[in-house]
């Protein structure tokens, strides 16, 4: 293919996804308050008394909940979008990368999705829960919807890009930026900076910190576990010469 021809396949390829997006955007749109209602369970559900949330911007009732079905949107769509990628790169990978990349590419999707759910069905019940028990005496809790959404997004991409470590571990050996020993070598470091990341990317409460932490020191072992299984042998000379190893 002409460098002409590829611009023609990537314009189709982003006319089919923004295609897909628009209609499962208008789709969700039907239903959008109905899932911020779900979308804000975890707090609305743990409110004390008749406390509800608020909506202090004018237009906040109307465009948030469109905002979230648009990022639902491209939430769900998401393996259509990668496969329109992989087919616009994959004819100009060879047979060992495609090989190597389709798996993680798929793992690493999958991965995302496991890290956003258990932000939404572990990690954010337990921290507004901790956050209702801790409510000063006289202090009504209550919460504006934006600042809501934009703090529950940043949860789901922290834990999603947080459950990316096994796919990081195993591309850093494969690549053979780094050998599997030398990152056993390093686990305490890794235990302790495991902390930090999850200091840095939650707010400012135990709970949330050792929901972070653990989860991505047990992805790292597990990212090694792989990468053992998964690391090639030792190259020998006949193979460098292109020769086939037998009995005489």
């Not at 337990?126 to 940043?154: C, H, W």
């Not at 390093?186 to 409460?205: E, H, N, Q, S, W």
């Not at 020998?236 to 005489?248: I, Q, R």
């Amino acid at each position: 293919m002409g460098f002409l021809d590829h611009l023609d396949e990537l314009r189709r390829r982003l006319l089919r996804s923004l295609a897909c997006l628009l209609l499962v955007f208008l789709g969700l749109s039907w239903f959008a308050r109905d899932l911020f209602a779900l979308f804000a369970g975890p707090m609305i559900e743990r409110m004390p008394g008749q406390a509800t949330m608020l909506a202090i911007d004018v237009t906040a009732p109307f465009l948030v909940p469109l905002k979230l079905c648009l990022l639902l949107a491209v939430f769900l769509c998401m393996p259509y979008l990668l496969h329109q990628l992989w087919a616009f790169v994959a004819p100009g990978l060879y047979r060992g990368e495609r090989r190597l990349a389709l798996p993680l590419l798929f793992s690493s999707l999958l991965l995302f999705y496991l890290g956003s759910a258990f932000a939404y069905w572990v990690v954010l019940p337990l921290l507004f829960l901790f956050i209702a028990s801790m409510t000063p005496e006289g202090v009504q809790m209550m919460t504006d919807i934006n600042r809501y959404f934009g703090f529950s997004i940043k949860m789901f991409l922290a834990f999603g890009i947080a459950f990316e470590t096994p796919v990081l571990i195993v591309l850093l050996v494969r690549t053979g930026a780094v050998e599997v020993e030398q990152l056993a070598a390093k686990r305490a470091y890794v235990f302790v900076g495991c902390f930090i990341v999850g200091m840095l990317l939650t707010p400012p409460d135990v709970i949330s910190q050792c929901l972070l932490a653990i989860p991505v020191w047990l992805l790292y072992e597990l990212g090694l576990c792989i990468s053992r299984r998964m690391r090639k042998p030792p190259r020998t000379s006949d193979d460098d010469l292109g020769l086939e190893s037998g009995p005489p």
